[in-house]
């Protein structure tokens, strides 16, 4: 019983010096951790919406999560959205970064998380594949035309931008 | 001081983590796919590693035996939250290129078998050069692997190409290729030590 | 062969059946696929194959030199391997990718483990898969040929949902379509397999069991409502009839006994029809093999023949 309560006391000195460090390193790190993150983010939406100078996360009333982005130019004028659509595709969820402007037409697209078989689905992250996106209708995108031997993934990037296209299109018509 | 300079090079070559004493294989394997993931990885072990020998060794009469296995835990996996954090806050890229591997170092064999078989034996300045021999040791044979994979799986070193018109083995970007070169490296190895004796 | 193969005290008789003449013999009944491959493809067809076949023979050499062993070149293995390589490759693929996939599948896929005999995996299977994985691009693009109805592989098209535009059985059976150099002449590649037959040095336990068991699952689960499969047609494409004839009977990595050759047929069937139903490529011959290689050493242990005063 007194080995117990011994080693129970060991183990709490070990960890409160843990967490007191862990808590110091927290506090030093914490507020570059958010900073990197939303550089990062800026760079993201700008990459794919080059004309906008800023950028309005649009939350969702519900859960406070972020549904898409307003982009506004440099007269703070709204011109545009940008939003993620993610899709299934061969061996993952692919998910896509899409910047559209107010009259449907897709500024860029950037594939920004997949992991498809090297050689055959990983191409859909090439520009020769996502430059295709570019000035075509979002929603519907017929201009489009798959990688040869990677018609899964590439209609995972598709499909799944033409549907956050229309889902954010009512979202935006609601709100007027 | 002879002594110290053994303890930090059996680590590179006599027992190298990787390739003799096999250990910490599941990192090796998922993040080698390019020189810079292994650099990255090899340097937060080395780290980890020689942050948790250098404490483990300075409390280690402090710990009695019986519950060893969970401080030696709670210190590792504290180095290892440090580790992940500076990550994030200054290399996020680097960070999200090692993913889960980053946290998962708290169950790298390489860590814990070092504090268990030797830092809770020895003293500060072995341990220090031990856990640091290992840690460099690791990072080494990190390079090596990744330096083969992300020549032949993506005819690059360091994102830079190397020769024009070389067709990438895509193989070897991938987990299979992975293991094909750790077995053959392993083979190789294991060649020229029966070859020396 | 199997069913003589009774491992049994002496006295024993010798018969002039040798490991190299059953290797040259399989090389010999391979030679009518090959040359429907070069009349349905062309001349590039048989590049690919005599180099593959060189460079297979060559590893196999510098091996032998290297680990002092005997040279084993004669014995007629490794041309074997590098034919069926060559046979699972697209007609008109770059010459240094069959290279590249002989000398893996020799080196890596059955010199490593100790040569002829001691390989686990169906080398030039070995080889291939290596090839898919590395060089996709190259391994799933079929130009058409003289006088093929359509450049992608029937089950390609049927995978990615195309119509298949008025393919026949018998173009099928012929090779009138686009597919590996050895694969789509299913004519040739019976002569060759009858041939083996009859010489008894391969039996019928994989070969049936394998075709009927992809025949069944594909009836069953081959079309989106059951019983409407077209088994036919998966029975007739892809490289499933010289998979099934010329590369899951490899002596070395398949079971011994009958009743571990039939489980071994069934679960090549059965992954075969899997992969072409639901995997993500359209041919899983190649895929199947190997898995069952994999689980050889298994059947072998729970079918192998009761010693005679056991249990």
Request: charged share 15%.
């Amino acid at each position: 019983m007194k080995d117990m309560a011994r080693y129970g006391f060991i183990l709490a000195v070990i960890c409160v010096a843990a967490a007191g460090l862990l808590a110091a390193v927290n506090a030093l790190t914490g507020p570059k951790i958010i900073a990197a993150a939303q550089a990062e983010e800026q760079a993201a939406l700008k990459e794919v919406m080059p004309l906008a100078g800023k950028f309005m996360p649009v939350k969702s009333p519900a859960d406070n999560t972020t549904l898409y982005y307003k982009a506004f130019d440099n007269q703070d004028k709204l011109i545009g959205f940008v939003f993620k659509a993610s899709g299934k595709g061969y061996s993952s969820v692919i998910e896509t970064l899409a910047g559209v402007f107010l009259d449907d037409k897709i500024s860029a697209i950037k594939v920004i998380s997949l992991n498809e078989t090297p050689g055959l689905g990983m191409r859909v992250a090439e520009n020769k594949f996502t430059g295709q996106f570019n000035q075509q209708d979002s929603l519907n995108l017929s201009g489009v035309e798959a990688i040869t031997g990677a018609t899964i993934s590439s209609r995972a990037v598709i499909d799944s931008v033409i549907k956050k296209a229309q889902e954010i299109k009512e979202m935006v018509k609601n709100d007027k | 001081m002879k002594d110290l300079v053994k303890e930090f090079t059996k680590g590179i070559i006599k027992e190298n983590p990787t390739f003799v004493l096999a250990l910490g294989l599941c990192p090796t394997l998922a993040v080698s796919v390019s020189v810079i993931n292994g650099i990255g990885m090899g340097a937060a072990a080395t780290f980890v590693l020689l942050g948790s020998s250098v404490i483990i060794s300075l409390v280690r009469n402090f710990i009695p035996g019986k519950i060893r296995i969970p401080c030696f835990i709670v210190i590792i996996a504290t180095f290892v939250t440090i580790t992940e954090l500076c990550l994030k806050a200054y290399s996020p890229v680097l960070n999200r290129a090692l993913g889960i591997y980053v946290p998962l170092i708290v169950v790298n064999c390489i860590v814990l078998g070092r504090a268990e078989a030797f830092a809770c034996k020895n003293n500060l300045w072995r341990s220090f050069f031990d856990g640091l021999g290992m840690g460099v040791g690791f990072t080494l044979a990190l390079i090596l692997i990744s330096a083969i994979r992300e020549f032949l799986g993506s005819g690059q070193i360091l994102g830079r190409t190397l020769i024009k018109g070389f067709e990438p083995v895509f193989v070897f970007g991938m987990p299979s290729g992975a293991l094909l070169v750790i077995g053959l490296l392993l083979g190789f190895f294991n060649l020229l030590k029966n070859r020396r004796s | 062969m199997i069913n003589n193969f009774t491992v049994s005290g002496s006295p024993h008789i010798h018969k002039p059946e040798s490991v190299s003449r059953i290797m040259w013999t399989v090389v010999i009944s391979l030679i009518p696929a090959g040359i429907a491959g070069v009349i349905i493809f062309g001349l590039d067809a048989l590049w690919v194959t005599l180099v593959a076949v060189a460079a297979a023979v060559l590893t196999e050499l510098t091996f032998g030199i290297l680990t002092k062993k005997k040279i084993t070149i004669l014995d007629g293995s490794a041309v074997i391997t590098g034919i069926l390589l060559a046979f699972n490759l697209p007609p008109q693929v770059p010459l240094w990718l069959p290279i590249v996939g002989a000398v893996f599948s020799i080196a890596i896929g059955k010199q490593v483990f100790g040569g002829l005999g001691q390989n686990i995996f169906n080398p030039a299977l070995v080889g291939r898969v290596f090839l898919m994985a590395s060089w996709p691009k190259y391994m799933t693009t079929f130009t058409p040929s003289f006088d093929a109805v359509t450049s992608a592989t029937p089950l390609a098209a049927l995978k990615e949902g195309k119509a298949l535009e008025h393919i026949s059985y018998l173009d099928l059976f012929l090779g009138k379509h686009g597919g590996c150099i050895g694969e789509v002449c299913i004519l040739a590649l019976l002569i060759g397999a009858v041939l083996l037959l009859i010489k008894g040095y391969i039996s019928w336990h994989i070969p049936a069991t394998y075709i009927f068991t992809t025949a069944i699952f594909t009836y069953i689960f081959g079309a989106a409502q059951l019983f409407h499969g077209d088994w036919l047609f998966h029975v007739l494409s892809g490289g499933l009839i010289l998979g099934a004839f010329f590369m899951a009977t490899d002596y070395v990595a398949t079971p011994l006994t009958a009743k571990g050759q039939i489980i071994f047929g069934v679960g090549c069937g059965l992954l075969t029809a899997v992969i072409r139903i639901w995997g993500g490529y359209p041919e899983g011959v190649s895929y199947a093999i190997l898995m069952m290689n994999a689980a050889t050493p298994l059947i072998d242990r729970y079918t192998k023949n009761r010693i005679y005063g056991t249990k």
